[in-house]
DNA sequence: CGGCCGAAGTAGACACCGTCTACAGAAGTT
DNA sequence: AACTTCTGTAGACGGTGTCTACTTCGGCCG
């Protein structure tokens, strides 16, 4: 295996186990046996290799798209919506990586291809299900970027810590019920 | 006026105008004139001082309260869900501050105070409204934090620049308009 | 087969960061 | 008047990303 992909490995494990404090370009190297300049050698810098992680993050939550159940579209999009904030809630440190503009390269063509890809299938499962919204005639790309907000949202919040301190959200899932019912009323 | 009420103004001042990697205690505190040991004297680490930074945020959040429209209590609930918005957008470094949990001590009482406060308000005027969900009996507090982390997750994909590059989403208030529509309709 | 050249890895240096410690002066208290 | 506390300074240490020589190895071409 090339010293690049197990660079991606190693710094993909780091980032699950230690954070995303963690995942420093010379720690990396360090978990990986090679000198600290070695990465230089397969990346630009942090901000590449970085990227490269965060693409594979992208990838694994599409992936999540192929378990969803076979029944109506509208049992399809919950399981989705319920996929998402799991993923956030299982990953947090690459949750927390996919979204930090400072730590990963926004030009990085693989990277936004992999997140286009991600809203994408969001949008196509929104769009099969007819919503109160959708019948009000909004457009329907706009009403799933509003509901895929509103669950990143919901994500962001939980992990950040302010809506666990409040005791009446037992649990994100609570708060993500309330979501799906203003939407799919 | 004191060294430690000046090093915050600094860092505010840098935060909004070079943004939040900027912010470094090395900078603040040349940009104050001081030595780069001094504000170790005022606050135990940068974690602290950017707490009070934050706090500061999170106060200039709230003030915002202040100028509501005294009409009915749909229109002030629709009035802060833009202000909350505009907030972000006008201020992004400030934003991305206030929700950084490792740049910023959790744990310090100023600043869980001036967030929960910032919320608490929040659920009041949703308390005020009624929304098809309260009919239907959920807790109010929860769709108050439903409410507010659709807010939340639309501001922070609009920074983050996943929205804007979607050419369909003109602007994050055409957004803010259908999440508005799902739970006030 | 032999020389060569580029890719890959190493080690060291640099600037910057947060933090710690030793030191100096100023201020106020007993 | 002496002592203690507060505030600021300067230097050091370990850590970080990145740059630059220097080696080393492997494949390719003459």
């Known amino acids: 295996m ?20 963690a995942v420093t370009l010379r720690g990396i190297a360090k978990a990986a046996g090679v000198s600290h300049g070695a990465p230089l050698r397969h990346f630009s810098g ?11 993050g992208y990838a694994a939550l599409l992936a999540r798209r192929e378990t969803l ?5 509208r049992e399809r999009l919950t399981a989705a919506c319920h996929s998402y904030l799991d993923f956030a809630l299982t990953n947090p440190a690459m949750f927390e990586l996919m979204f930090r503009r400072d730590l ?6 693989a990277l936004s291809a992999a997140a286009s890809a991600v809203f994408d299938t969001f949008a196509v499962l929104v769009a099969a299900v007819p919503t109160p919204l959708a019948r009000s005639g909004a457009d329907l790309r706009l009403v ?21 301190g409040a005791s009446f959200a037992p649990s994100p899932e609570a708060a993500l019920a309330v979501t799906l019912d203003a939407y799919l009323a």
Do not use: C, K, M
Request: glycine share 8%; hydrophobic share 50%.
């Open 69 to 73: 159940p076979e029944t109506s579209p």
């Open 2 to 21: 090339g010293t690049r992909q197990r660079l991606i490995d190693t710094a993909s494990e780091l980032l699950a186990e230690e954070g995303v404090d």
């Open 46 to 56: 942090r901000a590449e290799l970085l990227s490269a992680v965060a693409t594979r």
């Open 144 to 164: 799933a970027a509003s509901l895929w907000a509103a669950l990143h949202g919901l994500a962001q919040l939980w992990l950040w810590g302010g809506l666990a």
């Open 104 to 109: 990963v390269d926004a030009d990085d063509p």
